[in-house]
């Protein structure tokens, strides 16, 4: 199962309460490209489809579709503030290759 952080989901909440969609969820998938074959990538959407695992954690939900369940088993989303900015990001045991 996938995770979240204390601190992503405090910014998740505020950034779902700033754009109007305080129930919409972050989906969170695994798609082709990259430098080791896959990136992450991540959106907010209002609905989870159907086959869609749906994983409410602290009060907000986070959607991951069956293809990208395998790859993210164990993952934990994470909110990091950096001198570029912040952003959420995706620590993967499972990563056997980064760039």
């Given at each position: 199962m ?14 779902l309460?700033?754009?109007?969609t305080?129930?919409?969820g972050?989906?969170?998938f695994v798609a082709?490209g990259g430098c080791?074959g896959l ?6 959407e209002?609905?989870?489809?159907e ?14 579709d069956?293809?990208?369940?395998m ?7 994470d909110?990091?503030?950096?001198l570029m900015?912040?952003?959420f ?11």
């Amino acid at each position: 199962m996938i995770t979240i952080t204390p601190e992503a989901v405090k910014q998740l909440q505020g950034f779902l309460v700033e754009q109007g969609t305080p129930e919409a969820g972050l989906r969170v998938f695994v798609a082709p490209g990259g430098c080791s074959g896959l990136q992450y990538g991540m959106t907010i959407e209002e609905t989870a489809e159907e086959g869609d695992e749906v994983i409410e954690m602290e009060g907000v939900r986070l959607l991951v579709d069956n293809f990208s369940a395998m790859y993210l088993e164990g993952a934990q989303v994470d909110y990091v503030n950096s001198l570029m900015g912040g952003g959420f990001t995706v620590h993967n045991p499972n990563a056997v290759a980064s760039c």
